[in-house]
C-alpha cells in the first residue's frame, strides 16, 4: 500500500507534482497515465527515495519514505530505460543486487525461466537486444519478492509472447497481495491490468479510481477513450 | 742484519711503557729517554698529565694504547724537531671553549710525523703551529659531531710550511682539515666527511695543492679563500647539501687551477666570488642543484673541456653578467647540431636559462622545478632563443662528452 | 563499508572487460618500458617518468572520473531503488571507480621498472614512493571529478570543467604563482608561495616527488620554511597531509551532493 500525503516537487521553477494526495491499495494493479512530463516517473522516484519531496510525504506500507534504506527491501523496480554496465552479464548485475542485499537472499528466478532467457543471463549486457535487456530488467525487479511493485512502461520493447509473460506475473502477484503502480502509454494493455487508474496532468492527481468508474464516468467505451476524454476535458476532478 | 737490529744499534734500545712498566706513564719515559730514543707504549689506557716532548725521539704505540684525557686536558704537546708519533690512540680531551685544546699539538718544530694514529672525541684532533716539514698520514679522526662550536678542527694547520697531510680520515669536526698561512702544503688522499662546517678549510695559504681528496656531505665541501695559485686536482666534492652549502668556494683568489675534479649531487657545486684567472678544466659537475654560481667579480676566468650533466642548473651568473669564458665543455642541455662533424656544435650553448635567472629574482619559485609551467617555459627558450639571458656562452660546445661515461 | 566494496568486484570487472583500462596501463608500461631501455634506468628515467605520472594521473582520473558517473547514470538509479544508504553506494560508486583506475596506474607506472628489475635496488624506496603518490593523485582527481560531475548533469560541460581544472592545475596556476612570486620577489615570498603550492594538489604530488630526485639538491638552497618543510619527517607529513586533505574535502562534498541529488 502507498499513502501519498500533500506529496509535491519541482525541478528548478518548473513545478512537477503539486500536492498530491493517493491511496493506492494492496492486491490491486494501479495504472499511472498523463501526458508526457505530467510526473509519472517522478512519482515513481518519490516513492523510491530517488528524488526527495518539496512538501508532503510517501508512505509505503506504513514506512514513511526517508533516508532509512530498509522499506526498499520490499520494492521491485523496473526503470524506464534498461542502461545497464555493457561488459557485466545479467547474472552479475543480479548477483550484485543480492550481494547489496546480505548475501542470504535467494532470488526468485522464475520470471527468467518463463522467458526461457537461457544462456543470455550469462552475456554480456552490452551484446544484448533491447527487448532481451528489458526482460533482464524485468527479471531483476521480481527476483526478490516484491510487496510493492513500481514499473515504468515494462512491456516497452518486448515482443507480444514476451509481453503476456509479464502481464501475467503481475496479475499474479496482485493475487499474491502486491501493491503494483505501473505506467504505461499502451492504454488497451493497461485496461486489460488495471483496477484502478491515476490520471496525472498539470501536477495534479485529476483522477483516481476503478477504471469501470472512469469509463461511466467519462461515457466512453473504452480506457483509452476516456483518458483521451479526460486530456480534452480540462479539469474534471472527481476522486471516488 | 735486520733493520730493527740496526735500530737498535744506533738508538738503543727502546723504552718500554705499559701499565705494569717498566715505565707507567708515557710522560716518565719521555724525561727519561735520550734524545733519538724510541718509546714503546704497550696496550693501556694512560691517564696522565699533559705529555711534553722536547726532545727527538719515537713514540711508537702499540694496538690498544689509549691516551686518555679523561675529558679535561690536552694529551700531547710536541716541541722539538724530529718526532714521530705512530699507533697511538687519543681520546676524550673534553671541550675548551677558551683555548685550542688539541689532542696533538705540534709548535716551533720541524721533521715531525705523525702517521697512523686514531682520535676519538677530541676537541682539534692535529694541530700544528709554525711547524715545517712535517708529514700527517693515514691518521683516523673520528670527532663527537655536535654544535659547531663545540667541536675543534680535524687537522688544523697554522703559519707551517711544507706539510704533507695524506690518507687521513677525517669526520665530525667543525673543518675536516683547516689551512691558515701556511706555503707549500700537499694535502693529498684524504677522505673528509661529515664535518660540520667545511671539509676543507684553506685561508691565505699560497702554492699549495690538494689532490685525490673526497669531501662528502660536510656542511659545505670545501673553502679557498684569499689564496693565490692554489692546485686543485683529482678531488672529489660530493653531496654537500643545504642552505648556502656548495662543492667548492673559490674567494677572492687568485691563478687557482681546477684539473679533473668531480663535483656531484651538491646544492651548488663551484660557487665562484672573486676567482680571478681561474683555469677551470676537464672537471666533471653532475646532479648538482646548479653546477656553477659566478658571482659578479670573477675575472678572467676559464672553463675548458667540463661536462655537465643532470645539473637542474649548469650556470647561474649574478650581477651584470661574468667576464668567465666558455670553450669547448661538453653540456647534456646542449641540442644543436655537428653538421661539419668536426666535433663542435654549430651554434653557442647558453647555459643559464630563463627560469635560473627569475630563480635568482625569487628564489623560492625554485619549488615550481620541473612543473609543466616551467617546462613550457624552457620550450619556448629553445625555440625562441630571444629568450634565453644573453652572456654567459660557450662558443664551441662539445658534441661528446671528454669523460668516460656517455650521455 | 563492506556493502560499498561490494561495488567494486562487478566495477573492476566491468572496467577490466571494457579493455580501456587495460590499454591505459599497457601504454604506460610500454612509455615506461621505453624510457627504461634508451634513459638507462636511472635516476633520468625515474624523473621523466614522474613527469608522466604527474600529467597523465590526474587527466586521466579526471576524465575517467567525470565520464564514469554520467555513464553510471542508470545503474546508479537501479542500485539506488535496492535497500543500501546512498553514503554506502557513493562509497561503492567511487571506490569502483577510482581503486581500478588507480590500480591501472601504479602498475603501469611500476610495471616495468620490476621487469627490469629495479624495483630492488637504490631506485626502489623513490619508486614506491612513485607508486604511492601517484595512487593517491588518481583518488584526489577522481574525487574531484565526482564533485563536478554529480553537479552538472550536462556530460559534455562537465567534461569541459574537468579538463579546465586540470589545464588549470598543471599550468596555469603555476604561471600566476610564477609571475606573482616575481612581482613580489623583494618581499618575504616562502610562505604564500608553499600555501599557493599548498593549494594545489599537483604541486603537492610534484614537490614529494622531487623530494627524492636530484632536484631535491635545490631544496638546500631556499630558505628557512622551505628548508623545514622539505627537510623533515613532519614537513613531509604535512606535505601528505595537505594531499590528504584534497582527497578529503572534494569527497565530502562530492558525497553531500550524492546524497542530496534527485535522480
Redesign the interface.
Known amino acids: 500500500m502507498i499513502v501519498t500525503r500533500a506529496l509535491g516537487k519541482s525541478?528548478g521553477k518548473r513545478g512537477v507534482l503539486r500536492a498530491i494526495d493517493l491511496h493506492i491499495g494492496r492486491g490491486r494493479i494501479t495504472g499511472l497515465v498523463g501526458p508526457n512530463g505530467a510526473g509519472k516517473t517522478t512519482l515513481l522516484?518519490l516513492v523510491?527515495?530517488?528524488?526527495?519531496p518539496d512538501t508532503g510525504e510517501v508512505i509505503v506500507d506504513g514506512h514513511r519514505v526517508g533516508?532509512a534504506?530498509?522499506?526498499?527491501?520490499a520494492?521491485g523496480?523496473m526503470?524506464q530505460?534498461?542502461?545497464?554496465?555493457?561488459?557485466?552479464t545479467g547474472r552479475?548485475?543480479l548477483?550484485?543486487?543480492v550481494?547489496?542485499?546480505g548475501a542470504t537472499v535467494e532470488p526468485d528466478l522464475s520470471l527468467a525461466e518463463d522467458f526461457a532467457l537461457g544462456d543470455a543471463l550469462d552475456r554480456?549486457l552490452g551484446t544484448l537486444s533491447g527487448g532481451t535487456r528489458q526482460k533482464i530488467n524485468a527479471v531483476?525487479a521480481f527476483a526478490f519478492r516484491p510487496n510493492t511493485l513500481l514499473l515504468d512502461e515494462p512491456t516497452a520493447g518486448l515482443d507480444p509472447l514476451a509481453s503476456r509473460i509479464l502481464k501475467d506475473r503481475m496479475l499474479t502477484e496482485r493475487v499474491r497481495g502486491c501493491t503494483v503502480l505501473v505506467t504505461s502509454h499502451v492504454l488497451p494493455e493497461l485496461e486489460e491490468l488495471a483496477d484502478d487508474v491515476v490520471f496525472l496532468a498539470d501536477g495534479e492527481a485529476k483522477w483516481h479510481g476503478p477504471v469501470g468508474q472512469l469509463k461511466k464516468h467519462t461515457g466512453q467505451p473504452t480506457l483509452e477513450r476516456a483518458v483521451a476524454q479526460l486530456l480534452a476535458g480540462g479539469a474534471l476532478l472527481a476522486v471516488a | 742484519m735486520p733493520p730493527m737490529m740496526l735500530l737498535l744499534l744506533l738508538q738503543g734500545p727502546p723504552l718500554v711503557v705499559s701499565p705494569t712498566g717498566p715505565y707507567t706513564s708515557i710522560g716518565a719515559a719521555v724525561t727519561a729517554a735520550p734524545p733519538g730514543a724510541i718509546i714503546m707504549v704497550r696496550a693501556g689506557r694512560y691517564r696522565e698529565p699533559t705529555v711534553t716532548v722536547d726532545r727527538p725521539l719515537t713514540l711508537q704505540g702499540q694496538p690498544g694504547a689509549i691516551l686518555d684525557g679523561e675529558g679535561r686536558r690536552a694529551l700531547l704537546i710536541v716541541h722539538a724537531d724530529h718526532v714521530t708519533v705512530r699507533g697511538l690512540e687519543f681520546t676524550n680531551t673534553g671541550t675548551a671553549y677558551t683555548e685550542d685544546r688539541a689532542a696533538l699539538r705540534v709548535a716551533d718544530a720541524k721533521d715531525c710525523h705523525i702517521v697512523g694514529n686514531r682520535f676519538d672525541a677530541t676537541f682539534f684532533a692535529i694541530y700544528l703551529a709554525a711547524a715545517e716539514d712535517c708529514v700527517v698520514a693515514d691518521n683516523v679522526i673520528a670527532g663527537r659531531p655536535g654544535r659547531e662550536a663545540a667541536t675543534g678542527n680535524g687537522v688544523h694547520l697554522w703559519s707551517s710550511r711544507n706539510i704533507v697531510v695524506r690518507g687521513n680520515r677525517i669526520s665530525g669536526h667543525r673543518d675536516g682539515i683547516y689551512l691558515e698561512f701556511t706555503r707549500h702544503a700537499d694535502v693529498r688522499d684524504n677522505v673528509s666527511e661529515g664535518n660540520v662546517r667545511y671539509g676543507m678549510h684553506f685561508m691565505y695559504s699560497d702554492s699549495s695543492a690538494y689532490t685525490g681528496n673526497t669531501f662528502r656531505a660536510n656542511g659545505s665541501g670545501v673553502a679557498v679563500m684569499y689564496t693565490r695559485a692554489v692546485d686543485m686536482t683529482g678531488n672529489n666534492f660530493i653531496s654537500n647539501?643545504?642552505?648556502?652549502?656548495y662543492g667548492l668556494l673559490l674567494k677572492e683568489i687568485q691563478d687557482a687551477r681546477l684539473f679533473a675534479n668531480t663535483f656531484r649531487?651538491?646544492?651548488?657545486g663551484l660557487l665562484a666570488d672573486g676567482a680571478d684567472r681561474a683555469l677551470v678544466t676537464s672537471n666533471r659537475f653532475e646532479?648538482?642543484?646548479?653546477a656553477l654560481r659566478l658571482l659578479g667579480s670573477t675575472v678572467s676566468a676559464q672553463f675548458t673541456g667540463n661536462t655537465f650533466r643532470?645539473n637542474?642548473f649548469d650556470v647561474a651568473v649574478n650581477g651584470n653578467g661574468t667576464s668567465a669564458t666558455f670553450s669547448g665543455n661538453w653540456w647534456d642541455g646542449y641540442h644543436g647540431w655537428d653538421l661539419d662533424h668536426d666535433g663542435v656544435g654549430d651554434v653557442p650553448y647558453h647555459p643559464v636559462r630563463l627560469f635560473s635567472l627569475?630563480v635568482e629574482?625569487?628564489?623560492?619559485?625554485?619549488?615550481?622545478?620541473?612543473?609543466?609551467?616551467?617546462?613550457?617555459l624552457d620550450a619556448a627558450e629553445r625555440a625562441l632563443p630571444v629568450l634565453t639571458p644573453a652572456g654567459v656562452s660557450d662558443s664551441h660546445p662539445l658534441m661528446r662528452a671528454p669523460d668516460r661515461g656517455s650521455r | 563499508m563492506t556493502?560499498a566494496l561490494?561495488?567494486v568486484r562487478?566495477a573492476l570487472?566491468?572496467a577490466v572487460?571494457?579493455r580501456w583500462l587495460i590499454g591505459l596501463a599497457a601504454a604506460l608500461a610500454l612509455a615506461g618500458d621505453l624510457l627504461i631501455r634508451f634513459g638507462g634506468g636511472g635516476?633520468?628515467t625515474l624523473?621523466s617518468l614522474?613527469?608522466v605520472a604527474?600529467?597523465v594521473t590526474p587527466l586521466a582520473a579526471l576524465v575517467v572520473g567525470t565520464m564514469q558517473v554520467h555513464n553510471?547514470?542508470?545503474?546508479t538509479?537501479?542500485?539506488?531503488?535496492?535497500?543500501?544508504?546512498?553514503g554506502n553506494l557513493f562509497a561503492g560508486l567511487y571506490l569502483g571507480t577510482a581503486l581500478p583506475l588507480a590500480a591501472a596506474l601504479t602498475i603501469g607506472l611500476l610495471a616495468p621498472f620490476v621487469w627490469h628489475g629495479l624495483l630492488i635496488g637504490p631506485l626502489g624506496l623513490r619508486l614506491l614512493a612513485l607508486g604511492g603518490v601517484t595512487a593517491l593523485l588518481t583518488l584526489v582527481g577522481t574525487a574531484l571529478a565526482f564533485a563536478i560531475a554529480l553537479r552538472v548533469d550536462d556530460r559534455v560541460r562537465a567534461l569541459g570543467i574537468a579538463l579546465a581544472l586540470w589545464l588549470g592545475a598543471?599550468?596555469?596556476w603555476?604561471?600566476v604563482?610564477?609571475l606573482l612570486?616575481?612581482l613580489?620577489?623583494e618581499r618575504a615570498?616562502?610562505v604564500p608561495?608553499?600555501v599557493a603550492?599548498a593549494l594545489n594538489p599537483l604541486?603537492l604530488a610534484?614537490?614529494l616527488l622531487?623530494l627524492g630526485t636530484?632536484?631535491?639538491?635545490?631544496?638546500?638552497?631556499?630558505?628557512?620554511v622551505?628548508?623545514h618543510t622539505m627537510g623533515t619527517a613532519a614537513g613531509h607529513a604535512a606535505l601528505i597531509t595537505a594531499l590528504a586533505l584534497w582527497l578529503a574535502l572534494p569527497l565530502c562534498f562530492a558525497a553531500k551532493t550524492f546524497n542530496?541529488k534527485?535522480?
Open positions: 525541478f522516484k523510491l527515495g530517488l528524488a526527495r533516508p534504506p530498509a522499506y526498499r527491501a520494492i523496480y526503470p530505460i534498461a542502461r545497464f554496465p555493457a561488459h557485466l552479475e548485475l548477483e550484485t543486487l550481494a547489496l542485499r554480456s531483476l | 647539501r643545504g642552505a648556502a652549502a649531487g651538491n646544492t651548488v646532479d648538482n642543484g646548479w643532470r637542474s627569475l629574482r625569487a628564489e623560492p619559485v625554485l619549488l615550481l622545478q620541473r612543473s609543466l609551467f616551467v617546462k613550457m | 556493502v561490494r561495488l562487478p570487472r566491468e572487460r571494457g635516476d633520468t624523473v614522474l613527469d604527474l600529467i553510471a547514470r542508470e545503474v538509479e537501479l542500485l539506488l531503488a535496492q535497500p543500501v544508504t546512498r598543471a599550468v596555469l603555476d604561471g604563482v610564477l612570486a616575481l613580489f620577489g615570498i616562502e608561495l608553499l603550492l604541486d610534484r614537490v622531487l636530484d632536484a631535491a639538491a635545490l631544496f638546500g638552497y631556499t630558505g628557512a622551505v628548508q542530496k534527485d535522480f
